[in-house]
């Protein structure tokens, strides 16, 4: 059974960044109301009312994952990781982006499946990309084929992905005998830990726990051997999964962390109720640290026009009445404006300046990499805002 315990009100897509602000292009806006459930038989955690992927992974997709040096960094170093872990014949992403994990491969071994077009056009020319949504169907296509894949990786892609049940038993008819799908998202754990509320958008119809996909995972035959923590998104799991038949034993590393799980009480709908307590905390909170830096005559921005920022700025009705402009140093990005709240988004070079007292930190996630990059801002007197894990100046 379902049970809500989050309702993060009206929302728009966090990908329908406006390519203007008139009249016409707001009415036709799309909002639903972002509500959060806890499943108390598999105690998986999803979005109550999940969007059809159809009208969210289109030929205008925006976000870039090679923009941030840390992830590419991140993406570089599994790769070689699991190439020496696993001596792979056959790679498969699913959810290849613009191909920041792929190109870490000889391109021969490589099976890329990308549903957002403008996206699979990027890598298509180099390595065999599929512009398609992850099925059964696609999965016979392509093995019909080819050799089994001996790596199934998936970052930030399964937990996009309502159909579980047929995402996994695709990936089951997928892998070689011995082959392993590792797949890294969000930790639950790490939200309720931080909360980081803003992980739940429309896109992440699911923040797993490693108690859930372990549950989820065994209609399709599949079964969770290995689990480990990684810094990646404000503090992610990456999750090592086989054949039912396959060779490897459960590590002591997932016997851990599944300890740890269950000691933190994933398993309880009532974390899930204090968790809501502590976000509508966080909201009154932030908006009162607005409120007092307009009372001052601030000038504040928001720093990364993060999907997860679209979920904050609309739950907290947070728009141009407090924010002048949000910087992203994606290209796509810049000159339009932000779901929902519609501020307008500049490129770090026109809007990074003495003139800014505040930044609030959107790309919170990146928080290292950005103020390691900003230091010359925070030397001339500049602060961050953040609301994770509790909502603040940064004061240094
Ligand atoms: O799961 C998802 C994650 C991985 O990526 C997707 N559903 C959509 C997207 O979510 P997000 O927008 O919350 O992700 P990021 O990676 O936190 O976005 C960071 C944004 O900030 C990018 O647009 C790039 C920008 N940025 C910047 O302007 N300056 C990032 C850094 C590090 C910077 O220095």
């Excluded at 941030?68 to 959810?95: C, D, Q, R």
């Amino acid at each position: 059974m379902n049970k809500i315990f989050l309702n993060l009100g009206k929302q728009p897509l966090a990908n329908s960044f406006l390519s203007s602000n008139s009249k016409k292009k707001q009415s036709k806006e799309f909002f639903y109301n972002l509500k959060v459930a806890f499943n108390t038989k598999n105690f998986l955690v999803s979005v109550a009312n999940p969007v059809n992927p159809k009208f969210q992974y289109t030929d205008k997709y925006a976000h870039r994952a090679s923009e941030s040096i840390t992830m590419k960094n991140a993406f570089a170093k599994t790769a070689n990781k699991l190439s020496k872990k696993f001596s792979p014949k056959i790679v498969m992403e699913i959810g290849s982006n613009d191909g920041v994990f792929i190109k870490n491969f000889d391109r021969k071994k490589v099976i890329a499946i990308e549903p957002c077009k403008n996206l699979a056009k990027l890598t298509k020319n180099k390595y065999r990309t599929y512009p398609n949504f992850w099925t059964k169907s696609l999965a016979e296509k392509i093995f019909k084929k080819s050799k089994k894949a001996d790596i199934i990786f998936s970052a930030n892609t399964i937990s996009h992905i309502p159909d579980l049940k047929q995402t996994f038993e695709a990936i089951e008819l997928s892998l070689s005998f011995n082959g392993v799908l590792v797949i890294e998202d969000p930790s639950l754990m790490s939200v309720i830990g931080n909360n980081s509320y803003d992980q739940f958008y429309d896109e992440h119809v699911y923040v797993f726990s490693a108690i859930a996909i372990s549950n989820v995972i065994k209609k399709a035959n599949l079964r969770l051997f290995d689990a480990e923590k990684i810094e990646t998104h404000g503090g992610s799991m990456r999750y090592y999964i086989c054949k039912n038949n396959a060779k490897y034993r459960t590590t002591n590393k997932l016997k851990k962390i599944l300890k740890e799980e269950k000691e933190k009480k994933l398993h309880h709908f009532k974390t899930y109720k204090d968790f809501s307590k502590k976000v509508k905390k966080s909201k009154i909170d932030l908006v009162k640290i607005f409120k007092r830096l307009k009372k001052e005559n601030k000038k504040v921005i928001s720093y990364g026009a993060t999907y997860k920022s679209s979920t904050v700025f609309n739950y907290c009705n947070i728009g141009t009445n407090y924010i002048e402009y949000v910087t992203d140093t994606t290209i796509n990005k810049q000159g339009k404006f932000t779901p929902g709240k519609h501020i307008p988004i500049i490129s770090p070079d026109k809007g990074i300046n003495k003139s800014v007292d505040y930044a609030f930190l959107g790309a919170w996630n990146f928080k290292k990499e950005i103020l390691k990059k900003e230091k010359s801002f925070i030397k001339q007197g500049g602060r961050f805002i953040t609301h994770v894990p509790s909502a603040k100046i940064i004061s240094s």
